[in-house]
């Protein structure tokens, strides 16, 4: 399995600012993936993040509240733009790998819990 | 209908004693499953994958019905170190990645 590290691990922040999330992966990965869990709740997609493209957002999610890079393949970055207490949640990222037998298994991050005032 | 559901719980367990419960899936082509292990205020952790019908790995037991379209997760012989939220995640197949997340089942081993 891949080694993920998030940094912050945790942040508080007033309403209206940016928070920007790095997620890094000690092995090259071509999928990472960006997820919010909100409290209680399961995990919900906010986007796929592309090495040297575009992101890719789900339902619900924009570029502009939610802007991503993908320099390169084992580094990811989220912002999360203009706070609002409704984004207090836990902000995973996360990677695929496919083992043995062709299981794409997932493996997430230690997560960044944002709070916002 | 939510793609993937699971009783919330909690079921709480003696110490020893075997818990189960069910995940079920609305996409019938759905190609894997998996078993998380999240603890409160960590990341999910994989536990299992689920293979054709089902796998074992010590304690745990995980058993795929596609007709039913249901997965189970059986822990034999509890251990507090088992209390915890377990995801049941389904990979419909249909896109790389996109997998979906059951809101979770809370066990509770207790003394």
């Known amino acids: 399995s891949a080694v993920i590290s998030q940094k912050p691990s945790r942040d508080i922040c007033q309403r209206g600012t940016s928070l920007t999330i790095q997620c890094q992966v000690d092995?090259?990965?071509?999928?990472m993936f960006w997820y919010r869990q909100q409290p209680g709740q399961s995990l919900t997609l906010i986007a796929t993040?592309?090495?040297?493209?575009?992101?890719?957002?789900e339902s619900g999610f924009v570029i502009d509240k939610f802007p991503i890079s993908r320099p390169n393949l084992t580094f990811s970055t989220l912002t999360v733009s203009n706070m609002s207490p409704e984004d207090s949640s836990i902000y995973l990222c996360?990677?695929?790998?496919?083992?043995?037998?062709?299981?794409?298994?997932?493996?997430f991050g230690p997560g960044t819990r944002l709070t916002v005032l | 209908r939510k793609e993937v559901e699971q009783d919330p719980g909690p079921f709480n367990v003696p110490e020893g004693a075997t818990v189960a419960f069910n995940c079920t899936y609305s996409?019938?082509?759905?190609?894997?499953f998996f078993w998380y292990r999240q603890d409160c205020r960590k990341e999910p952790k994989l536990l299992m994958s689920?293979?054709?019908s089902g796998n074992e790995d010590g304690r745990f037991t995980a058993q795929l019905n596609r007709a039913s379209q249901y997965i189970s997760l059986l822990i034999r012989d509890s251990k507090l170190s088992d209390s915890a939220t377990y995801l049941c995640?389904?990979?419909?197949?249909?896109?790389?990645?996109?997998?979906?997340f059951g809101a979770g089942t809370q066990v509770v081993v207790t003394p």
């Open positions: 996409n019938s082509a759905s190609q894997s």
């Open positions: 092995s090259q990965v071509t999928m």
């Open positions: 996360s990677v695929e790998h496919r083992d043995r037998v062709s299981y794409n298994e997932q493996f």
């Open positions: 689920v293979y054709s």
């Open positions: 995640v389904v990979n419909p197949g249909d896109s790389w990645g996109k997998f979906q």
């Open positions: 993040a592309n090495q040297g493209s575009e992101a890719t957002y």
